[in-house]
């Protein structure tokens, strides 16, 4: 770094902040630098710029997270997200989301975990490192043994399910994967099954977004049968119709007691699918929490989970819709709740970690970040 090289303004404020937080005895901060932040005009950070703050953090005790999501870091802020990896002891925290990085900074993030001791949640969302940068991670996650939650979603892989179904069966310690937008099918999603029957570790298991049929709810209720390690599964935008809704519901009545939420939100399922799972609640008394909503809702359905609702069975913050009443018939309305409604945003209009609207964070929480 040149002396003259002149220091991001908006690294330089949000230091100011953290500045003034350590000043009133507070330890294990998150410092934010997200790019995309609508309370005050930015300067997104470049490469040359997260070099000059992982310099800053080197040997800085009191932060112990770093979240600098929709920035342009690149490859170049990889390399040196690679030396902060290595040098500075109480990261457990590091959100990279949407940073331009690729498969060679794939590669060298999870080189640099090989040896990393402290990180607990890593977020790679939306950086396309493809298969190549996707199999250095589940290389990677055969040999680390601290890091618990990984979010791979939305970076190009496609076909990542049997490098990442291989890790499952070695890995130990991986509590929560996200594989958003994987190209994962039927298949896929057998890998993925088969290597459940064997992990003790995951109960957090994100595959919305892909091209998961009801052929593929076979082998997942099966594996449910006996896998008591899964608290929360996310189906959501696969086409699951009622013969996979059916296969879940009949699994989740009579044999899984594990299970604490599950989204099938848009799943291309009608009102006969929709109602097995309403009344597998019914003796289940575990599962808790339900989204449903992008379906199709017939008039025994809104009746189902109106019913629920009003029993208090399923409560209405752990649900996506609510009932309501038009000339005597119940229909569905929408609420705000999810698993991970703020995936790609943050409110600035509410409290951030909402419960009802992030349930999957506070039902599997790793630290205290999101």
Not at 135 to 159: P, R
Not at 187 to 204: E, F, I, Q, T, V
Request: with cysteine; proline share 2%; charged share 20%.
């Amino acid at each position: 770094m040149e002396k003259s090289q002149k220091v991001n303004s908006f690294i330089l404020h949000a230091l100011k902040g953290v500045d003034k937080e350590i000043e009133t005895g507070l330890k294990g901060i998150t410092l934010n630098i997200a790019g995309n932040n609508p309370s005050m005009s930015v300067e997104r950070v470049t490469g040359e710029d997260f070099f000059i703050l992982s310099k800053t953090l080197e040997k800085n005790p009191y932060i112990n997270g770093l979240d600098v999501r929709y920035n342009l870091i690149s490859d170049v802020g990889a390399y040196h997200a690679t030396k902060l990896l290595q040098q500075q002891y109480n990261l457990v925290y590091l959100n990279l989301m949407f940073n331009d990085i690729g498969p060679k900074g794939g590669e060298l993030i999870a080189k640099a975990l090989h040896k990393n001791t402290t990180l607990k949640y890593l977020r790679m969302t939306g950086n396309k490192v493809e298969n190549k940068g996707g199999m250095f991670f589940a290389a990677m996650l055969q040999i680390n043994s601290t890091l618990e939650k990984l979010d791979l979603g939305d970076c190009d892989l496609d076909e990542s399910t049997v490098h990442l179904g291989h890790m499952l069966k070695e890995n130990h310690w991986l509590v929560e994967i996200h594989m958003s937008k994987h190209d994962v099918r039927n298949c896929g999603l057998k890998h993925l099954c088969d290597a459940l029957y064997l992990n003790k570790s995951l109960r957090y298991l994100d595959v919305s977004c892909n091209k998961i049929t009801h052929d593929g709810m076979v082998f997942l209720a099966d594996v449910l049968k006996s896998n008591t390690t899964l608290e929360v599964i996310d189906l959501s935008f696969n086409r699951l119709e009622n013969t996979g809704a059916k296969n879940l519901s009949e699994t989740l009545a009579s044999h899984n007691r594990s299970l604490k939420a599950l989204s099938v939100v848009s799943c291309s399922i009608q009102g006969e699918g929709l109602v097995a799972l309403s009344q597998s609640m019914k003796t289940n008394p575990i599962l808790s929490n339900i989204y449903i909503w992008g379906n199709r809702f017939d008039e025994a359905t809104c009746v189902a989970y109106s019913d629920l609702i009003q029993m208090g069975r399923l409560k209405p913050d752990n649900t996506d819709v609510e009932p309501f009443v038009v000339d005597g018939h119940v229909y569905l309305a929408e609420v705000s709740n999810g698993l991970k409604k703020h995936y790609y945003w943050t409110p600035t209009y509410r409290d951030t970690f909402s419960h009802s609207s992030n349930a999957g964070y506070s039902l599997v929480p790793v630290g205290q970040q999101l």
